[in-house]
């Protein structure tokens, strides 16, 4: 395409083509609608126009530029206006913003058919085109500002005469694009993951395209739209976009076909070479030095920072990604992956996750076609250096130790930690090892995360705990994972699956039995010929075990604390069909019993929940119903371990669980400083220091941990606050 030439007088005007005009409409009639002031605009008149001319300023058509009888002529010089200009109030004062002190006005700038707010301070601004701009805006040397008739604003719709190509959607977790979704402003991790599942059902994802399409208006001539208070400096490009109020923007490239949202409570920043394509920006959000983004969208409060790539991904709430790579992705809530050569391609990773340094997740060059996918539970920690070969899955809170794994995994032991024995070519897994070796870094985290949540409307539950419905059916699965292998390693005859699973329940519940000097091998965890090895058996199950207890007595507690023993039995009934362990499934960061998922899958499909909104809604009220729901969860689980039905639940057996769970407070508490102590023992820690003092005025001291504080604090509110059942 070539540059076209044009009469003057048309510049500014003719915005829609003639044939998108709806009948009985102009080009301004979206354009009013769109509004973010209430000015009474007035013509200019004569004595203005003679004093605009003689500060240098030019139109060719003054009766289109019109102003507010509060307007300053002497506070516009050396600017340029086209088509319908509005300008509102001004007054004999400058905006002051970070040591930038800008007279309000308009100054050497160029302006095509834009409305400008109150109060602006405009300057070096060398094109802006059909913009509207809220009260009190700052834009301060800028080279190109503009917007098409058809503008998007980053989500994923067709405007009328669009052909069907320009569709932009967003390719998540598979690079073949088979679970593309179509991206839109207000779209929450748990709605990307509902679409890129269930791709086999053709009438929900029809339903959710129509949903979709449906937020959005097909009409053209849209103006780019820029709030109050917000300040745009020092940058290059802004086309297309839509940006909220107090929003601080400099030195970026381009924002281009982008909605940045942003309130004055949680407003966001983009900063220093920046290049934003095809995205939404949450509220609250931070991006930072030479970021590239495209076809992405970034949840509220979330960082991108240091030259990282976000393409073709989702990244949830609360989370940071610094440096590295991240292609093809769906991330749910509270990720954090900081290092510069740590890479990340079609993956579902479901949050509280972490990436180290060199870890590359997910390298489709070991297939005939890059379709492969990794699906990570929350938690998910691939260590140093590591490299995973796409298909892969692995349960939550599992820890990837060094090293290169050259085959497919299935690790479906939660909080276990793999790693490749190379020496003896075998994978070895070594399950609830965070409980056993880290329940420092474990229970930091949880309390981390819940820290970082800076949502100002929490009305989506995220659950943080390590404890929870999805955490606990692990391990159930795991418990009888590990039956059955410790059952076929010492009956390698028995073919019947589950009197192997007995067998090895009756090893692991004899002291006397050394398991030690048995290896004990998993069968289906990798896609390989070599042993798959269970290390620390009887430990790992054990503490699955324990904590599954723990998990329902704390939730007892936490019951009992408000409710009476006959306030239970009438909410939970002895021959209530419902007291059982239920599924659930992590649904962007919400877990949701399966069953209340099917029901909201079919009210989607049946056309009873009509929009995205109404899904939204029913999100939050399942957030609502969830605390009793996860309770109910946990009363099942109790039950199910200790091998007690409903009828066995008595005020002496509540009162005994709940007071045996503070033994178990107590332990883990114990554990969280022995493991944070070492840190401090350890004599290849402690050389790098000329003595102890040294030591802790650089870490802090041991006995000054704040967080180890924090939890014997708990601990103590726990013990002292037991209930009693009656």
Known sequence: MTP?????????????PVEYLPEGKDEYDLRDQQQLTSYAYRPLNAPEIDLLVRNGNYAPNWADVWVTDRFIPEQVQWSKFYGRVRIGDMEASFLDYRDLHLPIGIYNSVVVSSDIGGYNAIHNVHYMAHFILGDEVVLFNINEMETSSNAKFGNGILKDGDPESSLIALELCNENGGRAVLPFDGMQASDVYLWTRNRHDGQLQKRFREMTLARFDTRRGYYSTIGHRTVVKNSDTLKDVRIGTDAYIKGVNKLKNVTVNSIAGAYTQIGEGCELVNGIVGHGCRIFYGVKAVRFILSAFSQLKYGARLINSFLGDNSTISCCEVLNSLIFPAHEQHHNNSFLCAA?????????????????????AADGEIVAGRGFWPGLCVSLKHNSRFASYTLIAKGDFMHELDIRLPFAMVSNDVTNDRLVVLPAYWF???????????????????????????????????????MFAALREIELAVGQSFFPEIAETEECIQRGREILGDDSIDLHAHEINLSGVENSKRRVVLIKVREGYQIYRRMIVYYGATQLKRYFDAHTFAQFNEEYPVDDPLCRREQFEDVGGQLVRKHDLYVLLDEIRAGKLNDWGAVHQCYHRLSSHYPAHKFGHALASLLEIKGMQ???????????????????????????YKTRAKDYQNRFRRMVYENEAERDAVVGSLLGNTFIHQQQAEYEQYAVSIPTVK
């Open 646 to 672: 409903r009828s066995d639940v008595t005020p002496v057996f509540a009162q005994q669980v709940i007071d045996e769970s503070v033994l178990t407070k107590q332990w883990i508490c114990e554990e969280i």
């Open 348 to 368: 579902l990773v479901m949050g509280q996750s972490n990436m180290a340094a060199g870890a590359t997740v997910g390298s489709n060059h070991n297939s005939r």
């Open 436 to 474: 056993l070796y880290n329940m420092y870094a474990l229970m930091r985290n949880n309390t981390k995360f819940l820290n970082r949540d800076r949502r100002s409307l929490k009305n989506q539950y995220f659950e943080y705990a390590v404890l929870a419905p999805d955490t606990v059916n692990e």
């Open 4 to 16: 076209r030439r044009k009469s003057l007088h048309t510049l500014g005007y003719d915005f829609i």
